[in-house]
């Protein structure tokens, strides 16, 4: 495979500077947050705890990095939490997850900088791997090796991954946004499910790919769109671009829960999308015309059916072997991952990967070396027989580290692992794929399995009861349907419900009838009826209350917390990325001297870089028309903003429409300043390393006015904004009431102000659609 330059060391620097500051007081909280999540470390269930997430493109890992891994886990990893949820230190271990990425949980924020230093020495990277990012971009199991495939997909992965790697663009997104690479048309990327999904194929004898886009999981699924029927190799970033573009600017960024893609599919309809993409293409297609030669992928002709085994040692198509790891719930521990670097080395390959499956491929095997490379896997407890069938159970995270988590979705997958020892051996079943997600948000993708299981809380005599729904006949693959919801159980018969319903598809199916086909023809009422006798009953609810693997009786509560603080510091910036990203733009077309191209460009650059100044004062106009006005209006005493804003005026002015080139290019100059005035303002990291710490001391005030803030009809978070700004010109110890909409408003605006320090003394509903909250401001704010 190619190798591509990946890590670098500035983003460790970068992170090490951040964590100093905001253990100094520097840095506030919700500043920190997204930027720890942008280098891959999240937040846990469990606080005081972190865990940090490997970026693998293709999920390619060499043994030497795999050693790095396995010792940095051992070293850091399995940490006490500090809020006393656990009694006994947790257990240490590497997991593979469904987007192929390696994560260990349990990390003291203290020891990340150490833990990234070491990665970064072995040429890995955590860079993106959370966030509103281009997640790791995901491949075929067996890509590069596949008798099936028509080129190695992860070198395009790989490739993709890197241009889009700190690009501005991808810097600050609505939310996520997920890419695969498929090396046929049996597509194991899973493109259907993707924001883009590229399957690789041949036409009129031009190698190139078919593009998928605009499909995702969670609360509300949705299948892919066909987006292109075939682009040469040489458009994949060309088209990548184009379809972040839209996810960009046409992502609903005021309500997190619809900021992805499919939801710009679902309000623009099929027709309308595909054109929308055209356009941003059209705008963007110049500054890619030296990408013809933009990657070298060993294109070849298929000659095989991808292939499969028991035994979990499969065919290669340069002859040579790939064994394939079963891995119980994705985990290695240190020592497992010391065991597949040394087998892997004395085998003589290099060839590591983990797979979305949560598997692992050691691959370029010689064959007279596979027995020697199982045998030492199963002596470190690792198994390979039947990896990839029923067997091989994928569950994420649920309540063991995830915040989201409703149900423990480990905990079934551990009820399930005894009931698949007969049936991975049934030909009919053993194929049969299983999937456990502990919300409905499917990390563990239930949506796309055969059997789909995905947790959720339901009352049971009164007493909250964990449940799962099950999902039956669904597939990833682009073109394909997912799975059909069922009723729901209790998490304590879910094993039982799920072998049931398997067991149902073996004996009632015809003839060679997918679990899809079966279930579409027994319907909502055939499936109800093979689940009914797991329903829960009332009288049985105190053997119910108890989650797998849990010892407290099961609750809801969770870890919510107001996201006012952290959006607001999302929208900044992201305008500020924007307009990065247009003057990456411009670049490209000076260079090029398309002098109308610049010009737009960089006018899209100067409005964004104002819109990101205008945050702070709480405005956020609809139409780029108001942004300047208001800019001088709000920000007419600000010297340094208003300094590089009167050069830019100046510059556009200027330029000489018969004669654009100089002109442009001092507009290119003036706005880059200006930018980096924003850059400054807005940086995450501050200039200042260490924190002067000063002892607030509280006005009292004695007056009993309490001052009103009337937000109707003012969105998240823009009122928090203003709720800020308001109670900032208020000495301390003063009362505000504000009028909030029902809805996000409420929920969210009385969390972010409890953050930020204040006291929120009673919310009060005073109409149907309206709530008025008393705050005390108790800290600067």
């Known amino acids: 495979m190619t190798t591509f330059d990946f890590a670098q060391t500035a983003d460790v620097d970068e992170f090490e500077a951040g964590y100093k500051a905001f253990k100094a007081g520097t840095m506030s909280e919700e500043r920190f947050t997204p930027f720890r999540l942008q280098m891959g470390v999240y937040g846990q269930r469990q606080e005081g705890v972190q865990m940090v997430r490997v970026k693998l493109p293709g999920g390619n890992v060499t043994p030497d990095q795999l050693d790095v891994i396995g010792d940095c886990v051992a070293d850091y990893a399995g940490c006490m939490p500090t809020d006393g949820t656990l009694s006994q230190a947790p257990e240490k271990f590497a997991h593979v ?29 955590t860079r993106e791997a959370c966030g509103n990012t281009v997640r790791n971009v995901t491949t075929c199991f067996l890509a590069g090796r596949c008798p099936a495939e028509n080129t190695d997909v992860s070198v395009h992965a790989r490739r993709f991954a890197e241009y889009f790697l700190r690009h501005p663009l991808a810097q600050q997104f609505p939310r996520k946004f997920k890419v695969t690479f498929s090396g046929c048309d049996t597509d194991c990327g899973l493109s259907g499910m993707h924001d883009a999904g590229f399957i690789a194929t041949v036409k009129d004898g031009v190698n190139g790919f078919k593009v998928w886009a605009a499909g995702g999981l969670s609360s509300q699924p949705m299948s892919a769109l066909l987006l292109e029927d075939f682009i040469p190799e040489s458009d994949v970033l060309l088209v990548g671009e184009a379809l972040m573009r839209m996810h960009f600017k046409f992502s609903d960024r005021k309500r997190r829960a619809r900021a ?42 298929p000659t095989a059916a991808l292939p499969s085994s028991d035994t979990g040692v499969v065919d290669q198509h340069n002859g040579k ?57 199963v002596d470190a407890g690792l198994a390979v027989e039947y990896a990839r069938g029923i067997a091989d159970v994928t569950a994420c995270p649920g309540t063991e580290t995830c915040r989201l988590g409703i149900t423990s979705s480990r905990g079934l997958a551990q009820a399930l692992q005894p009931l698949m020892a007969d049936l991975k051996k049934d030909a009919t079943l053993a194929g049969i794929t299983v999937k456990a997600s502990g919300c409905q948000h499917s990390c563990g993708r239930h949506h796309i399995a055969d059997l789909g299981f995905h947790g959720m809380a339901k009352k049971v005599a009164g007493q909250a009861v964990p449940h799962y729904q099950l999902h039956v006949g669904g597939s990833g693959v682009g073109g394909s349907a997912l799975a059909f919801a069922t009723d729901p ?8 419900a799920g072998i049931a319903v398997l067991n149902a598809y073996k004996s009632g199916r015809l003839e060679n009838e997918s679990t899809h086909d079966w279930a579409a023809r027994l319907g909502k009422e055939g499936l109800s009826e093979i689940l009914a006798p797991f329903k829960a009953d009332a009288g049985e609810v105190d053997g119910l209350i108890y989650d797998w693997s849990e010892n407290e009786a099961f609750n809801t509560k969770g870890n919510k917390k107001g996201e006012c603080a952290g959006a607001v510091l999302s929208m900044s910036d992201a305008l500020i990325s924007e307009a990065e990203y247009e003057m990456l733009l411009a670049r490209a077309h000076i260079d090029a001297m398309f002098w109308a191209e610049a010009q737009t460009a960089l006018r899209r650059s100067v409005i964004s870089a104002a ?25 007419g005493a600000d010297a340094d903003v208003m300094a590089g804003f009167n050069a830019v005026q100046g510059a556009m002015m200027s330029i000489d429409l018969a004669d654009p080139g100089a002109g442009v290019t001092k507009l290119r100059e003036v706005q880059s300043a200006w930018l980096a005035v924003a850059q400054k303002r807005f940086a995450a990291v501050p200039e200042t390393p260490e924190a002067v710490v000063t002892e607030e001391v509280a006005v009292v005030v004695e007056s009993s006015d309490v001052t009103l803030l009337d937000l109707t009809g003012v969105a998240c978070p823009m009122n928090f904004v203003k709720t800020k700004i308001k109670m900032s010109m208020m000495p301390v110890g003063s009362l505000l009431d504000v009028i909030l909409d029902d809805g996000a408003p409420i929920e969210n605006v009385p969390l972010s102000l409890e953050e930020q320090g204040q006291t929120v003394h009673s919310k009060e509903k005073i109409s149907d659609s309206q709530w008025k909250i008393r705050v005390e401001k108790i800290s600067s704010i």
């Open 321 to 377: 072997k790939a064994v394939l790891l079963n891995l119980f719930r994705g985990d290695l521990i240190p020592a497992q991952c010391h065991a597949v670097a040394d087998a892997a080395r004395a085998a003589g390959t290099h060839a590591l990967s983990v797979t979305a499956e949560q598997g692992f491929v050691i691959a370029d095997v010689d064959a007279d070396q596979v027995e020697t490379l199982v045998s030492s896997l």
């Open 260 to 301: 992805r893609l499919k939801y710009v599919a679902q309000k623009l309809g099929a027709e309308g999308f595909v054109e929308e993409y055209k356009k941003q293409r059209a705008v963007i297609e110049s500054t890619h015309v030296g990408d013809s030669d933009y990657v070298a992928s060993n294109w070849r002709q």
């Open 611 to 635: 819109r990101a100044f205008l945050v702070a004062y709480g405005e956020a106009p609809e139409a780029d028309a108001e942004v300047f006005g208001l800019l001088i209006a709000n920000a």
């Open 97 to 125: 997850t469904t987007r192929q990425d390696i994560q260990a949980n349990f990390v003291s924020l203290d020891d990340v900088p150490a833990f990234l230093r070491r990665l970064d020495a072995a040429g890995l990277t």
């Open 489 to 496: 159980v209790p998490a304590k018969y879910a094993p039982e």
